[in-house]
């Protein structure tokens, strides 16, 4: 099974990383190719992954063809390999934002299996959350196959397309901003003494551990922020500082920014 990667940006570097770390995939399995020779040459000299000299090559030598290039450029890049797709062979597997199925049924051809995905950073490090939803095309063995690339570098969830966008915001963009918050706590640590490094350990063992919780502990967030908080203590003071600040606030007003900033593509 062969994966073809076109564009070798930040997503597919932590998809390639994330596939070489929890899968039984080999490098030579993977074959990339970018606009940009430098990254693309670095990547499969670091990662032992093929360079190919063209999309079309990768398009050609692929069962699975990973479209990872920006949304500005995805429309020609498909058409330029688009005689390449084998509906028999080749499932396009696309993980650009506010590219829809029905776009990409209509540039790629009619017949061709397609799973439209929406993953995040994490998937580098086996804890991803990706969004996926197939067309009518994509189907048993080979559909599982799809999908399964991803279970494999974290978990996956079956969305409705107009779902996507706000997804997108919250899993897709998410990591951004929990890594905001986190510099923002370890910068507030360092404010009070302590060096960045040990901060920004701190600060994140303290994310995880979180998230980790709300994911496992019966309790919804509101009944662990009760029990954080005892009374009279220093966690309700904080707290009560965030809000008046706008924490709540300023969450919902970035999410529905980066959902608006979505549905404008
Ligand atoms: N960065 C993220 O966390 C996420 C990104 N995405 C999607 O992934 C896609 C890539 O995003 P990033 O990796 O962040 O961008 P990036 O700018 O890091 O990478 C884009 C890649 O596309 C390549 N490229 C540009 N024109 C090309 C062409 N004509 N032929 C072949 N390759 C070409 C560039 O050389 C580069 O390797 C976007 O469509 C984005 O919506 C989806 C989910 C999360
Ligand atoms: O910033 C972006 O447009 C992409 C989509 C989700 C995460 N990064």
Avoid: C, W
């Amino acid at each position: 099974m062969k994966i073809g990667f076109i564009g070798v940006g930040g997503m597919a570097q932590a998809i390639i990383t994330g596939l070489l770390k929890q899968t039984k995939l080999a490098p030579s399995d993977i074959l990339v190719h970018s606009a940009h020779a430098s990254t693309y040459e670095r990547v499969a000299k670091q990662t032992g992954v093929t360079a190919k000299a063209s999309n079309v090559e990768v398009a050609k030598d692929s069962d699975f063809v990973v479209l990872a290039v920006t949304p500005n450029v995805a429309t020609s890049v498909v058409q330029e390999i688009r005689d390449q797709l084998d509906p028999k062979k080749t499932t396009l597997i696309s993980i650009v934002a506010g590219l829809t199925l029905e776009r990409l049924e209509e540039l790629a051809g009619y017949d061709l299996p397609i799973l439209r995905t929406l993953p995040n950073l994490n998937v580098a490090i086996g804890a991803g959350m990706t969004a996926v939803h197939a067309n009518e095309n994509l189907t048993g063995e080979t559909k599982k196959k799809a999908v399964g690339l991803f279970d494999q570098i974290g978990s996956t969830v079956t969305l409705p397309e107009n779902d996507f966008a706000t997804f997108s915001a919250l899993a897709g963009s998410s990591p951004a901003y929990v890594y905001f918050f986190i510099d923002s706590l370890s910068r507030a640590g360092v404010k009070h003494g302590l060096t960045k490094t040990a901060a920004t350990k701190i600060a994140a063992q303290a994310v995880m551990g979180s998230a980790e919780m709300v994911l496992k502990s019966d309790e919804n967030p509101f009944g662990l922020i009760d029990q954080v908080s005892s009374p009279g203590g220093s966690t309700v003071a904080g707290l009560l500082a965030m809000e008046e600040a706008g924490f709540m606030t300023a969450v919902v007003k970035g999410i529905d920014a980066t959902i608006d900033r979505n549905n404008a593509e």
